[in-house]
């Protein structure tokens, strides 16, 4: 190929002189190979629909021209020419840029708006047709004029359109204008065409209602099959299904329809050409209706109707009249037009609730739960006797069994199609109930008489009672029928606050089951109290320890109880007995309580030691419990020191001291009797001190203890008085203001007068005490020793420190270090003293003393602070004017040295020159 990229291109008109005409270009086509000329020049692409095209007589035609890789105005110019033999003779058909171009027989056509070329985007048009006729099948080209500075590429493009006759027929089948729900239809369709070029048929089914038609399912064109977006899950499911047909035929089967599937069906044939490219063209279609369908609910046509029939009669009867025992038959009959499409859910309902159902696949499910108050589901029956029928039966019927039968139905229609093998989804069609059937079960009540005795009468409180209750004249009572009672018990005037008072003790039902009254609920659970049925029609009950609260009138009430259908037992009757009145004489128990003083405590760590007895009357047996119980004077506060629980389980009170607990004993010496011990008696320990008892009983080994009464017993004294020494405290600082970061120290110090013991027989346990404000009343605790020299701290929310340091025996320092103005306010000692008693040998504790209070201040000093910043201040200050002043004298000599002085002429320019 010459090079023809530095050849220039004379740039004028489009189709002036030196535009190379097509004769003049070499023939070239859109190959990928020569899309660029050679040395890398863009070479120019025009490019057409592939072909050939194949289109229907009278219907638009449509081909597109795009041109690439060009130079030149983004807008790019088109021609359109066409021949209707490949090599024949060419007619201008169309041009963008021209209105003249067109060929005269083309155009009226053209001015008509039949033939026109459409801009897409500036490089790219399509020559549009509105309708194809034959004369229009041949050759088209679409031409670009060239705007290229150099010739490269194709400037042109070729296709083949075929026109062929419309031959395409769609002629469908009305499908029945009324349907049962359930049924199915099927929609038949034949499209037809006279097969002169490679085409394809599709036909496409859609239901129009209301104006607005929706596609079901396309078959075609390449043997494909596409379903609407409604249709895809009962296609999948196999509800919509394609039956083969021959000669053009389609069949759409839909089955099991349902009142949605009304309307008016349409049938769509189109016919497709394949191409070049793989894309599928619709060219020619049609659109016909196949008719109307009305789809008759079923709850429209279903009837259902109960009836009855008795166990002794094969008659049927609207209402039976049942006695106990008998056998109840209900029939349910179903009737509907598309009986056979359906499929039922049965379900007989006694007075409006499920009592069983019969399911879709013919599994019976009992809805009543036990002890509901329905017929029993294990006498409950149903089955199916006929395509139509369903029987329910319930033998030995009881009372409970009368109501208001009715029957229900259920009617499915399965969403799925007959290829899915019974696996589809369902749709409740239409349900409804029949009419209700009223049953009736008469009882005939039984009737006794009874008579209560009593059979061990107490004569005194704690003594065993019982009462038995006999049945007696029994006539009527059905067979396997069953005895309960009640026991009832009725208060004597004055016995409690309410006026004869009646409360249940216990009953037993049909079952035999015992339910405890809320009042003897615990006696009848712990045993005390027993209700028992010795004989089918003997019923008793037993105290085995009787109380004051057990004197009053008896009743017992028993109650007849028939098994019903279900096997459960339903009261019939009831009869009350006569009151029986139990009563005896009342003897009050007594409680009295004797302490005595074993050991005296005459002197400060002796050891005190007493006993307690208790004397009881019209108690029995019964267990102890004790509280040791102390207070300074008569007045005081009572507190407790030790309890002894009834199982002899010790604990000690919360006024005793943890450190001398080892130094108490509480024990019990006897059965009613106790000891407690005290050593090494303190002056503190000085009171009174008694014994506090409770008597607890038990109706029975093993049951928990009962209150019965309390007392106590009479008050025992210590009272010594110790010749030791006496003690006296004060408190000392030397000096009541320090600054901050001080140290400020308090000294407590303690006199000891009288008998002065030696100094390792004398301890003393101090604390300190801390108030901020002056006479204040909230005060914090700041450290302290103990009698064996541990020092203990509190946490203080300050910055200073404390420590306590012992002078010598008598005396002990707090200091403050670092102190700070929250250290401010009054402080005071409190001190115990401790000394070895020469009589006793043990160490005793003497009388706590408090200090006075003393108040320390946190000063800030403000010269203090400042005199050192001034101090160095005025230090720097002086430094520096020394400095300067050493330096300016210093400067001064060096540079005045040169003592001549040469005077400056008055010719300055010279002198300037010179220098």
């Known amino acids: 190929m010459p090079d023809v990229c530095r050849a220039p291109l004379r740039l004028g008109a489009p189709w002036g002189p030196g535009r190379p005409t097509r004769r003049d270009r070499e023939p070239t086509t859109p190959a990928a190979g020569q899309l660029q000329l050679a040395g890398g020049c863009l070479a120019r692409v025009v490019t057409v629909s592939p072909g050939p095209l194949i289109r229907v007589e009278g219907q638009p035609v449509s081909i597109r021209c795009d041109v690439n890789d060009y ?75 060239s705007t290229d500075s150099v010739i490269g590429g194709n400037y042109e493009a070729q296709v083949q359109l075929i026109v062929i006759a419309n031959t395409l027929k769609v002629s469908p089948q009305t499908p029945p204008a009324v349907v049962p729900e359930g049924s199915d239809v099927t929609l038949s369709c034949n499209v037809t065409r006279e097969l002169t070029q490679p085409t394809y048929l599709s036909v496409t089914w859609s239901l129009k209602k ?71 063209i619709p ?23 109960a009836s009855s029939s ?46 069983v159902t019969m399911e879709r696949g013919g599994v019976v499910i009992s809805n009543m739960s036990a002890g509901s108050g329905r017929v029993n589901r294990r006498e409950a029956s149903m089955e199916r006797t006929g395509a139509d029928e369903y029987r329910l039966a319930v033998r030995r019927v009881s009372t409970e069994d009368g109501g208001e039968y009715a029957c229900r139905v259920r009617a499915f229609i399965e969403k799925g199609g007959k290829s899915s093998g019974g696996g589809g989804r369902w749709h409740m069609a239409a349900e409804k109930t029949s009419n209700a059937v009223t049953v009736k079960v008469s009882q005939i009540k039984p009737s006794f008489t009874l008579d209560i005795e009593t059979i061990a009468h107490p004569e005194m409180t704690s003594e065993p009672t019982e009462l038995a209750c006999r049945v007696t004249n029994i006539t009527q009572l059905p067979v396997g029928g069953r005895l309960g009672v009640t026991w009832e018990h009725i208060a004597l005037p004055g016995a409690t606050s309410e006026p004869q008072a009646t409360h249940s003790i216990g009953s037993m039902d049909g079952y035999g089951n015992l339910v405890p009254g809320a009042v003897y609920s615990d006696r009848l659970a712990s045993g005390t109290m027993s209700l028992t049925r010795v004989q089918p029609d003997t019923f008793k009950l037993r105290f085995l320890r009787t109380q004051e609260i057990d004197m009053g009138q008896y009743v017992c009430a028993v109650s007849a109880w028939s098994v019903d259908s279900r096997g459960d037992v339903a009261k019939t009757a009831e009869r009350r007995s006569s009151p029986l009145t139990l009563r005896w004489e009342a003897k009050r128990p007594s409680l009295n309580i004797v302490a005595k003083r074993i050991r005296e405590a005459s002197v400060g760590g002796a050891t005190f030691e007493m006993s307690c007895t208790a004397v009881t009357q019209n108690l029995g047996q019964a267990g102890f419990s004790v509280l040791i119980q102390s207070q300074d004077s008569l007045e005081s506060n009572v507190r407790t020191i030790m309890t002894l629980s009834p199982d002899s389980i010790m604990q000690h009170g919360g006024a005793t001291d943890p450190n001398r607990r080892d130094s108490l004993v509480l024990t019990k010496s006897g059965p009613a009797a106790f000891r407690f011990r005290l050593g090494g008696v303190q002056l503190s320990d000085r009171g009174f001190y008694w014994c506090d008892i409770t008597a607890w009983t038990k109706q029975q080994p093993g049951q928990t203890w009962t209150r019965a009464m309390s007392a106590e017993s009479n008050k025992v004294k210590i009272d010594f008085q110790e010749n030791g020494p006496s003690f006296s405290i004060a408190i000392h600082s030397d000096t009541s203001t320090v600054y901050p970061w001080q140290t400020a120290k308090m000294k407590c110090s ?56 012992r002078e010598d025996t008598h005396a002990y320092t707090l200091s403050v270090h670092g102190a700070h103005d929250s250290d401010s306010g009054e402080y005071h000692c409190v001190a115990t003293p401790w000394y070895l008693s020469a009589s006793t040998g043990a160490w005793t504790q003497a009388g706590e003393l408090t200090s006075p209070r003393i108040f320390l201040t946190v000063r800030f000093a403000v010269w203090e602070s400042l005199k050192l910043p001034l101090l160095y201040g005025v230090s720097a200050s002086i430094g520096v004017g020394l400095f300067s002043l050493v330096l300016g004298l210093v400067c001064a000599q060096c540079c005045c040295r040169n003592a001549g002085h040469t005077p400056r002429s008055r010719n300055k320019l010279m002198d300037l020159e010179i220098d």
């Open 71 to 145: 130079m030149g105005p983004r807008e790019q110019d088109f021609e359109w020419v066409m021949s209707r033999e490949a090599n024949g003779q060419q007619m201008k058909i169309i041009s963008t840029f021209d209105a003249s171009y067109s060929h005269t027989s083309l155009s009226k056509r053209v001015a008509s708006g039949d033939i026109s070329v459409l801009r897409l985007r500036d490089n790219a048009v399509e020559l549009k047709i509105a309708e194809a006729e034959t004369q229009d099948a041949g050759f088209y080209w679409c031409q670009t004029p």
């Open 210 to 280: 209301e104006g607005v038609s929706e596609e079901i399912l396309t078959f075609g064109p390449q043997g494909d099959v596409l379903t609407g977006a409604k249709y895809a899950r009962r296609y999948a499911d196999g509800a919509i299904r394609l039956a083969p047909g021959k000669g053009g035929l389609f069949e759409l089967v839909i089955s099991r329809v349902t009142t949605s599937d009304e309307g008016i069906y349409e049938c769509n044939g189109t016919e497709w050409t394949h191409q070049n490219g793989g894309k599928w």
């Open 283 to 305: 060219i020619v279609g049609s659109v016909k209706e196949m008719g109307t369908v009305a789809v008759t609910p079923t709850g429209q046509s279903l009837s259902v109707k």
């Open 310 to 355: 008795s166990s002794s009669s094969s008659a049927p009867s609207a209402n039976p009249h049942l006695a106990p025992g008998d056998k109840l038959t209900l029939l349910c009959a179903v009737a509907a037009d598309n009986l056979p499409s359906l499929s039922l859910e049965v379900s007989w309902l006694a007075d409006g609730r499920d009592l």
């Open 750 to 805: 303690l006199r000891v007068s009288g008998a002065s013991p030696m100094t390792d027989h004398l301890a003393y346990e101090l604390r300190w005490f801390f108030t901020r404000l002056r006479g204040g009343q909230t005060t914090t605790q700041v450290a302290g020793v103990d009698r064996f020299g541990v020092v203990g701290k509190e946490f203080r929310n300050s910055s200073s420190e404390v420590s306590v340091q």
